[in-house]
């Protein structure tokens, strides 16, 4: 328990979302304090602000605030393993599958998707403006135009990369540059070299959107090809593993998956819809609960 209070007070490196701390619930009697739910997320998740849009509502209806350790797909299923967080937000499919096959997750969800966008100078130096992604990639590494990745194995890096293994490229050299960082981190990087990088829409919207990259390969959030469909879930850890506060993680699934749905429906980033619900159907797919290569 003191590793997880370590982690808390630090914010991971990242940052600490304390919900329900905002005004807009006057007049509303509020749950009482039940304590904090410690949630691992994804940086997309985080840096758009629509956390915070979550957050305050769940507080508000749960009367439990809630600890966000943002450090990317990758390193938040890891914090779970450790047994430091209660709950993930991720977005990288293959890495939730491992997750839940070893037994460390339970009760997946989705919860929203968006898309990714291949974003780059205004000039568009590698000629990639219109084309699908896997070509903008080999153009890119054709042209020998700098492409900044994250490099840090969180859901846009794991898309990345399997993009440029559809295009036959390995990546590599001086024209690639990998930052290790965050998704504004590096849309910030990326803006100073004059680069290329794949980026979720939530985040461009909210860090990049201001400046002079272009979005050359955009699709549009409704209706993505499947290599650029971002689709976030929630999982939470496996109390049979670790001591963790199952009861409010699960309460944290019923929220967004229920009234949080309207307020990520609602959201809008420089007047843009950054994500789409995807928590409700009429007909649930069983494949989004367990592993894709499920055998039951």
Known sequence: MRRRQ????????????????????????????LGALTLATATTAYDSGLLDV????????????????????????RTARDGDCDVVLVHARPLEDEFLREGYGVNRRRVMVNDFLVVGPPDDPAGVAGSDPVSAFRAIADAGATFVSRGDRSGTHVRERRIWDAAGVAPGGEWYIETGQGMGDTLIAAERSDAYTL????TF???GAGGDHGRHVDYGIDDPPPLLR????????NPARHDVAYPLAMSYVGFLT??????????RVAGERAFRPAGRSADPEFEQYVPRDWEG
């Open 54 to 77: 979550l957050h305050r509502e769940y507080a508000d209806r749960f009367g439990s605030r809630v600890e966000a350790l943002v450090r990317g797909t990758g390193a938040s299923l």
């Open 6 to 33: 370590l982690l808390r007070a630090l914010g991971a490196g990242g940052a600490l979302s304390l919900a329900g701390c905002a005004g807009g619930n006057e007049g509303r009697e509020r749950a009482p304090d």
């Open 205 to 207: 919207l909210a860090v």
């Open 258 to 267: 229920g009234p949080g749905q309207s307020a990520i429906e609602s959201f």
């Open 199 to 202: 980026t979720d829409r939530g």
């Open 230 to 237: 971002n689709e976030y879930a929630v999982i939470p850890v």
